[in-house]
């Protein structure tokens, strides 16, 4: 399992399968995830300039990283973590996530009606090995004393960003977040969410200004 299926399974709340974060954190978080296993893996390496290079065009068997290093193949250019975090995110990452998911047993989905009328859908954890094994990886991230796994230091700085991690291991103190939040994909995830949230409110303040010189 990837990191970006363990991230959506903490996202997760387990029983209800409601989303504990918004879909633009998720998204950015997830785009992040993919980079960090490529990195992991090796199929993509940081240049001298801090810049992605895909360096293995080989696939991983896995189909959400194999569509994300085929789309940076593709690119002929070295682009930032910044860059590629925006543009995953843009991909489908989410739904692509879901479904592998889904289809291997991992969370179940399950679609209701609010009031009735409106479908949604909610996606309960099953495979709770899995979620507890990520949530393992976390806790020991932030206890080692020596290096810490590159899977679990991913894992905490991506959920930080998300704003996810009090709500899977509770308040941490910030002096020892900062080894994990001064990693480049974290600091690319953060700077995306902040980024769409200020273009977000700005167009809601704008939209509120437009309706009152309308309605005058």
Avoid at 65 to 80: C, G, H, I, V
Avoid at 121 to 134: F, H, I, K, L, S
Wanted: hydrophobic share 40%.
């Amino acid at each position: 399992m990837g990191i970006a299926q363990e991230l959506e399974l903490l996202i997760r709340e387990p029983e209800t399968g409601k989303s504990r974060v918004d879909a633009v954190a998720a998204r950015a978080a997830l785009a992040g995830a993919l980079l960090a296993d490529l990195l992991i893996e090796r199929r993509i390496v940081r240049d001298e300039r801090g810049k992605l290079v895909v360096v293995d065009h080989s696939p991983l068997g896995d189909f959400v990283l194999d569509r994300a290093l085929a789309s940076m193949a593709s690119d002929p250019k070295p682009r930032s973590v910044r860059r590629w975090v925006a543009r995953l995110e843009r991909s489908g990452v989410r739904e692509d996530v879901m479904g592998t998911l889904v289809t291997h047993g991992d969370v179940e989905a399950r679609t209701h009606r609010i009031l009735g009328l409106f479908p949604t859908t909610r996606y309960p954890v099953v495979n709770t090995r899995a979620r507890g094994e990520a949530v393992e990886s976390i806790h020991n991230a932030l206890v080692a004393k020596g290096p810490v796994p590159d899977r679990g230091s991913a894992l905490v700085g991506l959920c930080d960003a998300a704003g996810l991690l009090r709500q899977v291991v509770g308040p941490v103190d910030r002096h020892r977040l900062k080894p994990f939040r001064d990693v480049d994909v974290a600091r690319a995830v953060r700077a995306s969410i902040a980024e769409k949230r200020s273009s977000s409110d700005a167009g809601m303040i704008g939209g509120g200004g437009a309706g009152g010189d309308g309605g005058s």
